[in-house]
Protein backbone atom coordinates (compact mmCIF):
# COMPACT_ATOMS: atom_id res chain seq x y z
CA UNK A 1 0.00 0.00 0.00
CA UNK A 2 1.65 3.52 -0.75
CA UNK A 3 2.40 6.12 1.42
CA UNK A 4 -0.48 8.43 0.06
CA UNK A 5 -2.87 5.73 0.62
CA UNK A 6 -1.86 4.82 4.19
CA UNK A 7 -1.60 8.79 5.35
CA UNK A 8 -4.94 9.62 3.65
CA UNK A 9 -6.93 6.63 5.91
CA UNK A 10 -4.72 7.71 8.87
CA UNK A 11 -5.69 11.52 8.68
CA UNK A 12 -9.33 11.46 6.53
CA UNK A 13 -11.02 10.93 10.29
CA UNK A 14 -10.17 13.78 11.12
CA UNK A 15 -10.86 15.84 8.28
CA UNK A 16 -8.25 16.06 6.10
CA UNK A 17 -6.94 15.30 2.98
CA UNK A 18 -4.18 15.10 0.77
CA UNK A 19 -3.61 16.83 -2.30
CA UNK A 20 -0.97 17.17 -5.01
CA UNK A 21 0.70 20.67 -5.26
CA UNK A 22 1.23 21.42 -8.95
CA UNK A 23 4.73 22.63 -9.40
CA UNK A 24 3.79 25.56 -11.30
CA UNK A 25 2.52 28.18 -8.36
CA UNK A 26 3.89 31.45 -10.30
CA UNK A 27 3.68 34.71 -7.53
CA UNK A 28 0.61 35.91 -10.05
CA UNK A 29 -1.43 34.17 -7.78
CA UNK A 30 -0.89 36.62 -4.85
CA UNK A 31 -0.81 39.48 -6.72
CA UNK A 32 -3.22 41.03 -9.48
CA UNK A 33 -3.71 44.18 -11.23
CA UNK A 34 -6.77 44.80 -13.44
CA UNK A 35 -6.45 46.33 -17.33
CA UNK A 36 -8.11 49.20 -18.37
CA UNK A 37 -7.92 48.73 -22.09
CA UNK A 38 -9.87 50.76 -24.86
CA UNK A 39 -11.10 48.86 -28.43
CA UNK A 40 -7.84 49.08 -29.73
CA UNK A 41 -6.22 47.49 -26.37
CA UNK A 42 -4.74 50.64 -25.15
CA UNK A 43 -4.46 51.82 -21.87
CA UNK A 44 -7.39 53.39 -21.38
CA UNK A 45 -6.75 56.68 -18.67
CA UNK A 46 -10.03 58.76 -19.07
CA UNK A 47 -12.44 55.37 -17.96
CA UNK A 48 -9.60 54.85 -15.48
CA UNK A 49 -10.11 58.36 -14.03
CA UNK A 50 -13.83 58.02 -14.37
CA UNK A 51 -14.13 54.83 -12.33
CA UNK A 52 -11.98 56.21 -9.99
CA UNK A 53 -14.09 59.24 -9.46
CA UNK A 54 -17.81 57.71 -9.42
CA UNK A 55 -16.95 55.25 -7.05
CA UNK A 56 -15.36 58.04 -4.87
CA UNK A 57 -18.54 60.02 -4.94
CA UNK A 58 -21.11 56.59 -4.61
CA UNK A 59 -18.66 56.34 -1.39
CA UNK A 60 -17.43 59.92 -0.27
CA UNK A 61 -19.57 59.39 3.14
CA UNK A 62 -17.53 56.14 4.03
CA UNK A 63 -14.65 56.62 6.40
CA UNK A 64 -11.82 54.02 6.24
CA UNK A 65 -8.72 55.66 7.80
CA UNK A 66 -9.18 54.94 11.58
CA UNK A 67 -7.32 57.72 13.67
CA UNK A 68 -6.59 55.35 16.39
CA UNK A 69 -4.10 54.03 13.43
CA UNK A 70 -2.78 57.60 12.44
CA UNK A 71 -2.38 58.51 16.08
CA UNK A 72 -0.06 54.59 15.91
CA UNK A 73 1.56 55.79 13.13
CA UNK A 74 2.40 59.41 13.81
CA UNK A 75 4.19 57.78 17.34
CA UNK A 76 6.52 55.92 15.02
CA UNK A 77 7.22 58.65 12.54
CA UNK A 78 8.19 60.84 15.68
CA UNK A 79 10.18 58.52 17.17
CA UNK A 80 12.58 58.11 13.88
CA UNK A 81 12.66 62.57 12.84
CA UNK A 82 13.86 65.07 15.95
CA UNK A 83 11.24 66.87 13.91
CA UNK A 84 8.48 66.67 11.36
CA UNK A 85 7.84 69.19 9.10
CA UNK A 86 5.73 68.24 5.89
CA UNK A 87 3.65 65.38 4.84
CA UNK A 88 1.57 63.93 2.00
CA UNK A 89 -1.52 61.83 2.42
CA UNK A 90 -2.74 60.04 -0.79
CA UNK A 91 -6.28 58.99 -1.67
CA UNK A 92 -7.92 60.66 0.87
CA UNK A 93 -11.33 60.71 0.04
CA UNK A 94 -12.97 62.78 2.70
CA UNK A 95 -9.28 64.27 3.97
CA UNK A 96 -9.39 62.61 7.91
CA UNK A 97 -5.70 61.51 7.04
CA UNK A 98 -3.80 64.91 6.57
CA UNK A 99 -6.25 66.54 9.56
CA UNK A 100 -5.12 63.60 12.27
CA UNK A 101 -1.50 63.73 10.69
CA UNK A 102 -1.13 67.40 11.25
CA UNK A 103 -3.04 67.45 14.84
CA UNK A 104 -0.84 64.80 16.48
CA UNK A 105 2.56 65.85 14.62
CA UNK A 106 2.25 69.50 14.72
CA UNK A 107 3.00 70.06 11.32
CA UNK A 108 2.03 70.73 7.20
CA UNK A 109 0.35 67.85 5.79
CA UNK A 110 -2.19 67.85 2.54
CA UNK A 111 -3.90 64.92 0.61
CA UNK A 112 -4.27 64.38 -2.77
CA UNK A 113 -7.82 62.86 -4.77
CA UNK A 114 -8.37 61.84 -7.84
CA UNK A 115 -11.90 63.14 -7.69
CA UNK A 116 -13.37 66.54 -8.62
CA UNK A 117 -14.63 66.24 -4.99
CA UNK A 118 -11.14 66.93 -3.78
CA UNK A 119 -12.12 70.89 -3.44
CA UNK A 120 -15.05 69.93 -0.84
CA UNK A 121 -12.51 69.08 2.00
CA UNK A 122 -9.38 70.90 3.63
CA UNK A 123 -6.06 70.59 2.64
CA UNK A 124 -6.86 68.80 -0.33
CA UNK A 125 -5.79 68.91 -3.96
CA UNK A 126 -7.48 66.84 -6.51
CA UNK A 127 -5.04 65.29 -8.20
CA UNK A 128 -3.77 61.83 -9.65
CA UNK A 129 -1.20 60.05 -7.02
CA UNK A 130 0.41 58.55 -10.40
CA UNK A 131 2.26 62.11 -11.13
CA UNK A 132 4.02 64.37 -8.73
CA UNK A 133 4.09 68.33 -8.48
CA UNK A 134 7.71 69.92 -8.85
CA UNK A 135 7.38 71.24 -5.61
CA UNK A 136 6.90 67.81 -3.30
CA UNK A 137 10.11 66.64 -4.86
CA UNK A 138 12.49 65.60 -1.87
CA UNK A 139 10.60 68.07 0.92
CA UNK A 140 8.01 65.55 2.67
CA UNK A 141 8.86 63.62 5.84
CA UNK A 142 6.47 61.04 5.44
CA UNK A 143 4.33 59.66 2.74
CA UNK A 144 0.54 58.17 3.44
CA UNK A 145 -2.25 56.10 1.90
CA UNK A 146 -4.23 53.57 2.41
CA UNK A 147 -5.01 53.83 -1.09
CA UNK A 148 -2.51 51.72 -3.34
CA UNK A 149 -4.88 49.39 -4.34
CA UNK A 150 -6.72 52.26 -6.63
CA UNK A 151 -3.44 52.38 -8.74
CA UNK A 152 -3.66 51.13 -12.18
CA UNK A 153 0.45 51.20 -11.72
CA UNK A 154 0.99 50.52 -8.37
CA UNK A 155 5.14 50.65 -9.30
CA UNK A 156 5.01 54.43 -10.91
CA UNK A 157 2.45 55.65 -8.11
CA UNK A 158 5.10 54.17 -5.49
CA UNK A 159 7.93 55.75 -7.19
CA UNK A 160 6.29 58.94 -7.75
CA UNK A 161 5.51 59.12 -3.99
CA UNK A 162 9.26 58.24 -2.80
CA UNK A 163 10.76 60.72 -4.99
CA UNK A 164 8.53 63.45 -2.69
CA UNK A 165 10.51 62.14 0.17
CA UNK A 166 13.53 63.84 1.78
CA UNK A 167 16.39 61.04 2.24
CA UNK A 168 15.82 58.93 5.48
CA UNK A 169 11.93 59.90 4.60
CA UNK A 170 9.26 57.12 5.08
CA UNK A 171 6.51 56.17 3.10
CA UNK A 172 3.41 54.12 5.24
CA UNK A 173 1.04 52.05 3.15
CA UNK A 174 -1.80 50.46 5.14
CA UNK A 175 -2.68 46.96 4.18
CA UNK A 176 -5.83 45.13 4.84
CA UNK A 177 -7.98 41.61 3.38
CA UNK A 178 -8.95 44.20 1.20
CA UNK A 179 -6.07 45.49 -0.48
CA UNK A 180 -5.43 41.33 -1.61
CA UNK A 181 -5.41 39.97 -5.12
CA UNK A 182 -8.89 38.57 -4.00
CA UNK A 183 -10.77 41.70 -3.61
CA UNK A 184 -9.11 43.08 -6.65
CA UNK A 185 -11.76 44.45 -9.17
CA UNK A 186 -12.32 47.32 -11.64
CA UNK A 187 -12.46 49.96 -8.75
CA UNK A 188 -9.53 48.37 -6.58
CA UNK A 189 -7.60 47.23 -9.76
CA UNK A 190 -4.46 46.68 -7.67
CA UNK A 191 -4.32 43.63 -5.05
CA UNK A 192 -1.26 41.34 -3.35
CA UNK A 193 -1.12 39.43 -0.32
CA UNK A 194 1.25 41.05 2.55
CA UNK A 195 3.82 38.67 2.60
CA UNK A 196 4.21 39.54 -1.36
CA UNK A 197 4.26 43.23 -0.69
CA UNK A 198 8.45 42.74 0.60
CA UNK A 199 9.11 41.39 -2.34
CA UNK A 200 7.18 44.16 -4.78
CA UNK A 201 8.39 46.85 -2.61
CA UNK A 202 12.20 45.90 -2.89
CA UNK A 203 11.76 45.01 -7.08
CA UNK A 204 10.84 48.10 -7.85
CA UNK A 205 12.71 49.99 -5.64
CA UNK A 206 16.04 48.34 -6.71
CA UNK A 207 18.69 49.47 -3.77
CA UNK A 208 16.63 53.24 -3.24
CA UNK A 209 14.18 52.32 -0.82
CA UNK A 210 13.25 49.08 0.73
CA UNK A 211 11.09 47.86 3.53
CA UNK A 212 12.03 48.81 7.33
CA UNK A 213 9.19 47.49 9.26
CA UNK A 214 5.80 46.15 9.90
CA UNK A 215 3.48 48.08 12.33
CA UNK A 216 0.47 46.12 13.83
CA UNK A 217 -2.50 49.24 13.96
CA UNK A 218 -5.04 48.84 16.73
CA UNK A 219 -7.89 49.40 15.08
CA UNK A 220 -9.42 47.00 12.67
CA UNK A 221 -12.17 47.54 9.86
CA UNK A 222 -14.72 45.05 9.54
CA UNK A 223 -12.81 42.51 11.84
CA UNK A 224 -9.94 42.57 9.66
CA UNK A 225 -6.67 43.64 11.12
CA UNK A 226 -4.80 46.06 9.38
CA UNK A 227 -1.05 46.39 9.22
CA UNK A 228 1.30 49.93 8.05
CA UNK A 229 3.90 48.63 5.72
CA UNK A 230 6.80 51.02 6.53
CA UNK A 231 9.15 52.04 3.34
CA UNK A 232 12.63 53.67 3.72
CA UNK A 233 13.84 55.88 1.35
CA UNK A 234 17.75 54.81 1.81
CA UNK A 235 19.89 57.86 2.61
CA UNK A 236 22.57 56.21 0.25
CA UNK A 237 21.38 54.29 -2.61
CA UNK A 238 23.04 50.90 -3.61
Known amino acids: MGFRRVATRI ?35 EYYKKIQTDANKEKIENIWVQKGNISTISDYIRSRFSTVEFGICH ?4 GLEQKWFSEFLDCSVIGT ?3 DTAEEFDNTVQWDFHEVKAEWINKADFVYSNSLDHSYDPEKALNSWISCLKPGGLCILEHAY ?20 PFLISLWGNGRYGVRRLLSLPESSSGHQIRAIVVERFISPD
Do not use: Q, V, W
Open 11 to 45: ISPFGYRIIKINSDLKLEKEYYLHSYKDKLGNFDY
Open 91 to 94: GTRR
Open 113 to 115: EIS
Open 178 to 197: YHTAAEASEIDPFGASLHIM
